[in-house]
C-alpha cells in the first residue's frame, strides 16, 4: 500500500474510465433528433363547391403537419417532385411528403357512387442514414394516421347530416380517405448493416493502416542505427506504406464482398477510394509516430473511440458541442460519408470527401518526409556537441 505505482494506477482506472465513458457513451446516451430536414410539396388544386366556397385539403395537410412543432422536423417547402428528387440525390432531406394535384378531388369522391381515393407519396432516403430515415417514417406515419382519422370524421359528420345511413362503398372509402405510396431511394441493399457498411470498412481500414503505420515505424528507426540517409529510409517508408494500403484496401473490399455477403455495387470505385482513405490514414499516422513517437498511437486510438459512436449516427442527434468539436473534423467522418456516397448514390458528389482526403494525404506525406531532418539526441553525441574532460 506504500507503493506509489498502486495509488498511480487506481487513478489512471478511473481516468481511463472517463475518457472511454467521454467516447462511447458522452455522445450516444440522451441523444435526440432535432430539425431531422424533410421536404413538402402540395401540388393539390382547390376545388369549387356547390356552395360557391372554395376547398383545398392539401393545404389544411400542410398547415396540420407543419403546426407540429413537438416533432424533430425542418420542413422545407418545394414547388415540385423533381425538386424533390435533385434534393434526395444530394443527401440534403431525409425524406419528403408529396401531396398529388388530386387530393381534394379524391377525398371529396368518397360522397359519390364511384369513390377514387388520392395517393400521397412518402419518400424515404435510406442511404443518406438509416437511424434517421427511420425516424422520419415513423414520424411520417403517425402524422398521416392522424389526418385520415380526422378527415374520416368531418366526412362522416358532414355525410351525416344529408343521409341517417350509408352506403357500403363509401363506408369502406370512409375507412381509408387517402391511400399513401412509401418509396425507398438509395436503399442499402442486402448484407450492409442497416447502411453501416460504409462506417464498418472506414473503421477496418484505420485500424489496419494503424498497424501498418507502427511496424513500419519500427523497421524505419532499425535502419536509423546503421544509416545516415535519413531521407531516402523515410521516403521508402512512404512509398511501401502506399504499396500495403493499396494492397490492404483491395483485400478489406474483396473480404467484405466475398467472405461476408456485402453488397457492393462498383467494387472497383470503392477499392480506389478506399485506398486514397488508407493512404491519407497511413500517411497521418506515421507523420504523427514520426515526430511524437509511441505516445501518438494512444492518441490515434482515442481518436478512433471518439469517432466510432458517431459514424453511425445523424448530425442532427448530436450535440452541438459534439458536431462542433468533433464530428467536423475528425477524418473517419469524411472517409465514411465518401464511401456512403459511392455504395448509395453512384459516387456522385464526392467533391468534399476527396478534397479533405487528399489534403489529409498531401500535408501528412510533406510532415512525414520533414521528419527526416529532425536531429535526435544521439545524433548530437555522435557529432560531439557534449565533450566531456578527460582526467589525466
Same mark, same amino acid.
Given at each position: 500500500?506504500?507503493q506509489?505505482i498502486?495509488?498511480?494506477g487506481g487513478?489512471?482506472?478511473?481516468?481511463?474510465?472517463i475518457?472511454?465513458?467521454l467516447?462511447?457513451? =458522452?455522445?450516444v446516451?440522451?441523444?435526440k433528433?432535432k430539425a431531422l &430536414?424533410?421536404a413538402l410539396?402540395?401540388?393539390?388544386q382547390?376545388?369549387d363547391?356547390? !356552395?360557391?366556397e372554395k376547398?383545398a385539403?392539401?393545404?389544411l395537410?400542410?398547415?396540420k403537419v407543419t403546426e407540429?412543432d413537438?416533432? &424533430?422536423?425542418n420542413w422545407?417547402?418545394m414547388?415540385s417532385?423533381?425538386?424533390?428528387?435533385?434534393?434526395?440525390?444530394?443527401?440534403?432531406?431525409?425524406?419528403?411528403l408529396?401531396i398529388?394535384?388530386d387530393?381534394?378531388? #379524391?377525398?371529396?369522391?368518397i360522397?359519390? &357512387?364511384?369513390?377514387?381515393?388520392?395517393t400521397i407519396k412518402?419518400?424515404?432516403?435510406? #442511404?443518406?442514414?438509416?437511424?434517421?430515415?427511420s425516424?422520419?417514417?415513423?414520424?411520417l406515419?403517425?402524422m398521416?394516421d392522424?389526418?385520415?382519422?380526422?378527415i374520416?370524421?368531418?366526412l362522416?359528420?358532414?355525410i =351525416?347530416?344529408?343521409?341517417?345511413q350509408l352506403?357500403i362503398? !363509401?363506408?369502406k372509402?370512409l375507412l !381509408?380517405?387517402?391511400?399513401?405510396e412509401?418509396?425507398?431511394v438509395h436503399a442499402v441493399?442486402?448484407?450492409?448493416g442497416? =447502411?453501416?457498411?460504409?462506417?464498418?470498412?472506414?473503421?477496418?481500414?484505420?485500424?489496419?493502416?494503424?498497424?501498418?503505420?507502427i511496424f513500419?515505424?519500427?523497421?524505419?528507426?532499425?535502419?536509423?542505427?546503421?544509416?545516415d540517409r535519413?531521407?531516402?529510409v523515410?521516403?521508402?517508408?512512404l512509398?511501401v506504406?502506399?504499396?500495403l494500403?493499396?494492397?490492404a484496401?483491395g483485400?478489406?473490399v474483396w473480404?467484405?464482398?466475398?467472405w461476408? #455477403?456485402?453488397?457492393?455495387?462498383?467494387?472497383?470505385h470503392?477499392?480506389?477510394?478506399l485506398?486514397l482513405v488508407a493512404?491519407?490514414f497511413?500517411?497521418?499516422q506515421s507523420?504523427?509516430l514520426s515526430w511524437?513517437?509511441?505516445p501518438?498511437?494512444?492518441?490515434?486510438v482515442?481518436?478512433l473511440?471518439f469517432?466510432?459512436?458517431l459514424?453511425?449516427?445523424?448530425?442532427?442527434?448530436?450535440?452541438? !458541442?459534439?458536431?462542433d468539436?468533433?464530428?467536423?473534423?475528425t477524418?473517419?467522418?469524411?472517409a465514411?460519408? #465518401?464511401?456512403?456516397?459511392i455504395?448509395?448514390?453512384g459516387?456522385?458528389g464526392?467533391s468534399?470527401?476527396?478534397r479533405?482526403?487528399?489534403?489529409i494525404?498531401a500535408v501528412?506525406?510533406?510532415?512525414?518526409?520533414a521528419?527526416s531532418a529532425?536531429?535526435?539526441?544521439?545524433?548530437?553525441?555522435?557529432?560531439?556537441l557534449?565533450?566531456? &574532460?578527460?582526467?589525466?
Open positions: 500500500m506504500k506509489k498502486l495509488w498511480i487513478a489512471a482506472v478511473f481516468v481511463a474510465l475518457i472511454f465513458g467516447a462511447m457513451m =458522452g455522445s446516451l440522451g441523444a433528433a &430536414p424533410v410539396v402540395v401540388l393539390d382547390p376545388l363547391l356547390p !356552395t360557391g376547398i385539403l392539401g393545404e395537410v400542410k398547415q407540429l413537438q416533432l &424533430p422536423i422545407i417547402t414547388d417532385e423533381s425538386d424533390v428528387q435533385v434534393e434526395l440525390e444530394a443527401q440534403n432531406v431525409y425524406g419528403a408529396i398529388p394535384a387530393f381534394s378531388r #379524391g377525398v371529396l369522391s360522397q359519390s &357512387p364511384s369513390p377514387v381515393p388520392s412518402q419518400y424515404l432516403n435510406e #442511404g443518406m442514414n438509416s437511424q434517421a430515415a425516424a422520419v417514417k415513423t414520424m406515419n403517425q398521416m392522424m389526418m385520415q382519422s380526422e374520416s370524421q368531418n362522416l359528420s358532414q =351525416g347530416e344529408q343521409a341517417e352506403p362503398h !363509401t363506408a372509402a !381509408t380517405p387517402f391511400h399513401i412509401e418509396i425507398v441493399g442486402s448484407n450492409n442497416n =447502411g453501416t457498411a460504409p462506417n464498418i470498412l472506414t473503421q477496418v481500414i484505420w485500424i489496419g493502416s494503424l498497424i501498418c503505420s513500419l515505424f519500427l523497421a524505419v528507426r532499425n535502419c536509423r542505427q546503421t544509416t535519413r531521407f531516402a523515410v521516403a521508402v517508408q512509398i506504406g502506399l504499396v494500403t493499396a494492397a484496401s483485400f478489406t473480404m467484405a464482398n466475398i461476408y #455477403g456485402m453488397h457492393i455495387s462498383n467494387p472497383l470503392v477499392w480506389l477510394f485506398w493512404a491519407a497511413f500517411l497521418l507523420a504523427l511524437i513517437g509511441f501518438a498511437i494512444g492518441l490515434l482515442l481518436l473511440f469517432s466510432l459512436p459514424l453511425n449516427m445523424a448530425p442532427e442527434f448530436m450535440s452541438q !458541442t459534439t458536431q468539436w468533433l464530428y467536423s473534423w477524418p473517419l467522418r469524411y465514411a460519408a #465518401g464511401l456512403r456516397t455504395m448509395y448514390y459516387g456522385e464526392m468534399l470527401a476527396y479533405v482526403m487528399w489534403c494525404a501528412a506525406a510533406v510532415v512525414l518526409l521528419s529532425r536531429k535526435e539526441k544521439t545524433d548530437k553525441q555522435k557529432t560531439g557534449l565533450s566531456l &574532460p578527460t582526467s589525466k
